[in-house]
């Protein structure tokens, strides 16, 4: 499957951005999916996931009640909207597929299909 973000852009703190993740393929609905991020000098990490199905979600501490992941099998797309950023926000935020299972997963090492990335940059 391959993957392309979008949605990125730069807002003020406070504010609200929808990123999506359209993929290509007739298999969307087998693979789980997530969200991670990386800022500058710092390792990749896991934001959100969210089942086959999309009735089951995982989201990190740090964007808990903020964030919001969200599926569209009919349309193959992954979404995650966030709402009341934070400057800390600020990173280049990736989608990932992986075929494994039936549960969300949170590592980076589970995922087998990544998107290019899509800049986010939250001011203060």
């Known amino acids: 499957v391959q993957l392309q973000a979008s949605g990125g852009g730069l807002v003020q703190a406070g504010g609200s951005l929808r990123l999506s993740c359209a993929a290509s393929g007739r298999t969307f609905s087998s693979y789980a999916l997530g969200w991670f991020r990386q800022a500058p000098g710092k390792e990749r990490e896991f934001v959100c996931a969210?089942?086959?199905?999309?009735?089951?979600?995982y989201y990190a501490a740090s964007v808990k009640g903020r964030f919001t992941i969200s599926r569209d099998n009919a349309e193959n797309t992954v979404y995650l909207q966030m709402d009341t950023l934070k400057p800390e926000d600020t990173a280049v935020y990736y989608c990932?597929?992986?075929?494994?299972?039936?549960?969300?997963?949170?590592?980076?090492?589970?995922?087998?299909?990544w998107g290019q990335g899509t800049q986010v940059t939250v001011s203060s």
């Open positions: 990932a597929a992986t075929p494994r299972g039936t549960y969300y997963y949170t590592a980076p090492n589970d995922y087998d299909y």
């Open positions: 969210i089942t086959r199905g999309g009735g089951s979600t």
